[in-house]
């Protein structure tokens, strides 16, 4: 076991109940159908008119009645033609038939489509040879086949893909009640930290955790805001999250939260809350990497409360926690009515290596559908936490539970972190 004792360490579960009780959802706003792609409906949408709105042809080919073709193969006269975008000029009568294109509307008195397969010229222009029999109702879409006048169109909660789109302009849903998107502010702190293409001087870093935060807020559709770098400084980094707070819907920031004299960022969260009201948490998480993490939720004069994530320095640990923890937080802040990512079955290719020592391992893996229809994982490299090249290289991160490990051809979880290979 580490230095942590088992009773000191909380569970990733336990972590993502108490932050997702925190955060209440956002909005509601109304937006045009154009820019909904993504957002979360916040209220039902209901058809007003019926879907199709008449009675049309499934396919290209004559407009007949039915009982015409009893004695198939048949021949009829051909009246008119009717394409889609045009209304019927006459009706279908005994022994007679209109040469019909897919979505136009069916003529008084036919009830069935011969389709244009099954058919042949007849012995004249003016008629057309039809061989199999048409049952009534063949190839026909009849209005409100889709939805009916006040049926449910799309439910609140939906997430809008490009189908619900399609489906709202089809009810003529040019503007739409959805919840809003947070805006997040990132943060990262530490005198070790620099930006741009300035030679490093020893002990120094490059400041990755920030882009790579805004890179995923940005991929997961949400607003990021830079709030760029603070030194390790108790005065810098309270007036960072102060105008985190002021300005955004959620804030995070990377490192100063561990056991070091100079981790000022709970420090700060904790004042900040005992000022202006709220909650505050500090946790060491049963997960490995991501150990340490300050949750708070500030709250503002508006009466809103504002989550705060102090995310850890090291890189991979930052990004993991950002995906296990902030991340649902963030869902569920955009109204999303299952917030927790979707644990996945897999079967490990190698072995997942690991030690008991009173944690959960997300180990960095490449997710690929194997030959069997299973997914498969093996390990994407080098699990530290300051080594981003094999967090780079992953799709998702295996859930190792404490003990051994898993061998070859081993039942294992997945949280997918991008495309299955």
Do not use: W
Not at 4 to 22: G, M, N, Y
Not at 210 to 238: K, M, T, Y
């Amino acid at each position: 076991m580490d230095r942590d004792s088992v009773e000191e360490l909380v569970s990733l579960e336990a972590v993502q109940r108490l932050v997702l009780s925190s955060c209440l959802p956002l909005g509601p706003i109304e937006i045009g159908l154009s820019d909904a792609l993504g957002f979360v409906l916040a209220e039902d949408v209901r058809a007003l008119e019926d879907l199709p709105p008449f009675s049309n042809t499934a396919m290209d080919g004559y407009a007949v009645r039915a009982d015409d073709t009893a004695s198939a193969p048949v021949e009829l006269s051909v009246i008119g033609v009717l394409p889609a975008g045009a209304a019927p000029a006459q009706a279908v009568g005994p022994g007679t038939a209109v040469q019909i294109m897919t979505g136009a509307p069916m003529p008084p008195g036919a009830d069935g489509i011969a389709i244009v397969e099954r058919t042949e010229p007849g012995s004249s222009d003016s008629k057309v040879r039809i061989l199999d029999r048409v049952s009534p109702g063949a190839y026909v879409r009849p209005a409100g086949s889709d939805l009916r006048r006040g049926d449910l169109a799309v439910a609140a909660g939906t997430v809008i893909g490009p189908a619900h789109i399609g489906l709202l302009a089809s009810v003529d849903a040019t503007r739409i009640t959805v919840h809003a998107r947070p805006s997040v502010g990132v943060l990262s702190t530490g005198d070790e930290l620099v930006g741009g293409t300035v030679p490093l001087e020893l002990g120094q870093i490059r400041d990755s955790n920030r882009q790579g935060l805004l890179a995923s807020l940005q991929r997961d559709g949400f607003v990021g805001i830079d709030l760029g770098v603070r030194p390790d400084d108790e005065e810098a980094i309270s007036a960072g999250i102060r105008e985190g707070v002021e300005c955004c819907d959620a804030l995070l920031t990377s490192g100063g939260v561990s056991m070091g004299e100079f981790d000022f960022v709970k420090v700060v969260l904790e004042r900040l809350v005992a000022e202006v009201g709220g909650q505050v948490h500090q946790f060491k998480l049963a997960i490995k990497p991501a150990k340490p993490l300050s949750f708070a939720a500030v709250a503002t004069p508006g009466g809103r409360l504002v989550p705060v994530f102090g995310l850890p320095g090291n890189p991979v640990s930052s990004m993991v926690s950002y995906q296990v923890v902030a991340l649902p937080a963030l869902r569920k802040l955009a109204g999303h009515h299952s917030p927790l990512p979707r644990r996945i079955p897999a079967v490990a290719a190698d072995d997942l290596e690991r030690r008991p020592d009173g944690k959960l391992h997300l180990l960095r893996v490449i997710a690929a559908m194997g030959a069997d229809g299973h997914i498969v994982v093996r390990s994407a490299g080098g699990q530290g936490s300051h080594q981003l090249a094999a967090l780079a290289a992953s799709n998702a991160l295996a859930l190792v539970p404490d003990g051994l490990g898993v061998t070859t051809g081993g039942d294992v979880q997945i949280l997918l972190t991008g495309s299955l290979e």
